[in-house]
Structures are given as C-alpha cells and as structure tokens.
C-alpha cells in the first residue's frame, strides 16, 4: 500500500531527498532472499564496524550472502568495509553478521543505513550487537578501549535526519517510540559481568553520532565533551534506535580507535587509516568480549 498523508495524497512527493522509505513488502523480499540462501535462522545479529568485521571468521558452518546479492540492499563504499552477511554459529548462537555497514556519508539515506536492522528482524532476530570506531572525548579513555555504550546523543536525529521520518510502519513499531531504554539494561549487566569475569577492561559511556565524513573541529571536540559526550563517531545510533523502535534487545560496543584533538593548530590530525590501523588492533579484544557476552546469553 502506497504511504498516503493526511490530504490524501502519497507522501512522497514531500519527500525530500534525504528520506527513502520502503515498505514491509520489500523488508520481507529481502528476508524472504537471505533465508532462501541460508541454512541458518539466526536469532542474534552483529554489526561489525570499521575494521572490526575480522570477528566473522570465526562464525562456523557460515553461509555468505554478498549485500549486492540481496533485494534492496545499498552496496558498501569505504574500504574496511566487506559488504556481505555472514551467518553461523558463533559461542553457541545463531547469528547474522553485517561484514561492513552502511553510513549515512557514504550518501545512503538513514532508512537504507538501517534497512539491514529491520530485515534481521523480519529474519527473526531478537538482540542485536552493534560495534563501531570511535573517537574518544573522555580524557581518561585511551586507544584500545572498549566502551560500552549507555545513551547516546543523536546530534544527527536532533537536526532532523531520523530513520524513522516518513510513514511509520507499525508492523515494526509504534509512531512516536521512547528512546530513553535503547541500550538493553540486561545486556549491559552481562557485558560488565562477562568482562569482569575475563578481566576485560570496559569503559562506560555516551557516544555522540555525527554525520561525518569529516572528523570535529578543536571547537566541537570541546563542546560534545560539555555536552556530556564520551565518545564521538559516524555511525550506529540510527541503527540502534531502528532496532529498539522494532522491540529488539541493543547492545553496542565502541572501541576507541583515536583521541578527538581539542586544541587549535595541533600538530597532529585524526585520519581513517589511525581508526583502521587502531581497529585491527583491537579486533581481539572485542572478539573476547562478544563472545564472551555470546556465552553468557546462550550458558554456552
Ligand atoms: N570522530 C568521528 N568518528 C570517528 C572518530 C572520531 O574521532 N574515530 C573513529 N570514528
């Protein structure tokens, strides 16, 4: 059924460029596609973030379905990023991994960055594992760090880009969901719990969502760190906020691949290859701490 507002007319032709809303239909297509090309029915998910998708090597029996493949999926554009699903079985869950996500820079509007949360959901999965780079604004965070991610603060939301504006599809969700329950406190208790348990150390923290593809000014370095912010990055929050709108348990992961520079003229600058060089480092680290996490859902 075609989107129609309250004049009657489809919404549309009100749409600015920034918006591509899509239907159940084609989730379900999708859905439909990736179970037909896999053995598995996974019931958790995994997005893997800049140089992180080293954790899908070790899912076994995995089936591989590339993004291009599958109806309605946007192609990955930034290196580091694989561009494929890989589901298995991962500390005794079923899982579907995104090897490589999509970002809003890339030009994808917000609805086909998250279109890949809602067809897991359509696939069946119930918690989803979200992993990013990030940058780290708390002073006493270090490269290397793993951050568990508390709250968030959707500076691209607050400007008005949602993945959730357009007809609300409430087969997912209802219209106006609260967001201030994102991060699932259960999974965040068994985080600290299974990071302890293996002396992982795991910082707390806010993470602020920026468009990007440029890193911060010294200015807004300073003023997110005012705000309350922990940590700054491109990604994740549009995906989380789709998987809570769609009732599904969110845990996410940030791991600090650099420290955001506050000071004017400073001699060095963040780039990517400091974020993926930082990433392949800390891939180990956030492996452990997954499936720890893994085997504590699943008393594997
Ligand atoms: N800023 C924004 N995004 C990032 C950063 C950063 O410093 N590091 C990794 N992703």
């Known amino acids: ?34 179970r037909s ?8 998910g995994l997005i893997l973030g800049s140089g992180l ?14 993004y291009r493949d599958i109806p309605h999926f946007p192609v990955s554009t930034v290196a580091g990023h694989a561009g494929r699903l890989v589901m298995g079985r ?5 899982v579907c991994t995104m090897q490589g996500r999509f970002h809003y820079y890339e030009g994808y509007s917000m609805q086909q960055v998250t279109l890949p949360v809602r067809v897991m959901r359509q696939l069946g999965v119930a918690t989803l594992f979200v992993t990013n780079a990030a940058g780290a604004l708390n ?8 951050m568990l991610i508390e709250d968030h603060i959707n500076l691209v939301g607050m400007a008005g880009v949602s993945p959730l504006r357009g007809p609300n599809l409430d087969a997912f969700g209802t219209r106006f969901p609260a967001v201030n329950r994102v991060y699932t406190r259960r999974l965040r208790d068994l985080a600290q719990k299974a990071a302890a348990a293996r002396q992982i150390p795991l910082r707390r923290g806010i993470y602020a969502q920026l468009a ?11 003023m997110l760190r005012a705000w309350g912010a922990d940590a700054v990055g491109m990604s994740t929050v549009a995906e989380t906020i789709v998987a809570h709108h769609a009732g599904m348990e969110v845990l996410a992961i940030s791991t600090i691949t650099n420290t955001a520079i506050d000071v004017l003229d400073a001699e060095n600058e963040p780039s990517h290859e400091e974020v993926m060089d930082a990433g392949k480092l800390i891939v180990p680290r956030l492996t452990s701490l997954l499936l720890a996490v893994l085997r504590e859902m699943t008393g594997g």
């Not at 009100?14 to 999708?30: I, V």
């Not at 896999?38 to 958790?44: D, M």
């Not at 002073?139 to 793993?146: E, M």
């Not at 990007?212 to 300073?222: D, S």
Request: negative net charge.
């Open 90 to 94: 991962l500390a005794r869950a079923t």
């Open 139 to 146: 002073p006493s965070f270090a490269v290397g760090d793993l």
């Open 37 to 44: 090309h896999t053995r598995h029915r996974p019931t958790v």
């Open 53 to 66: 998708s080293g954790l899908a090597e070790q899912i076994e029996d995995a089936d591989v379905v590339p």
């Open 212 to 222: 990007g593809p440029n890193f911060e000014t010294a200015a807004e370095v300073r």
């Open 1 to 34: 059924m075609a989107p129609f507002g309250l004049s009657g007319r489809p919404l549309q032709s009100t749409m600015g460029p920034m918006d591509t809303n899509f239907t159940l239909a084609q989730y379900d297509e999708a859905a439909a596609f990736i």
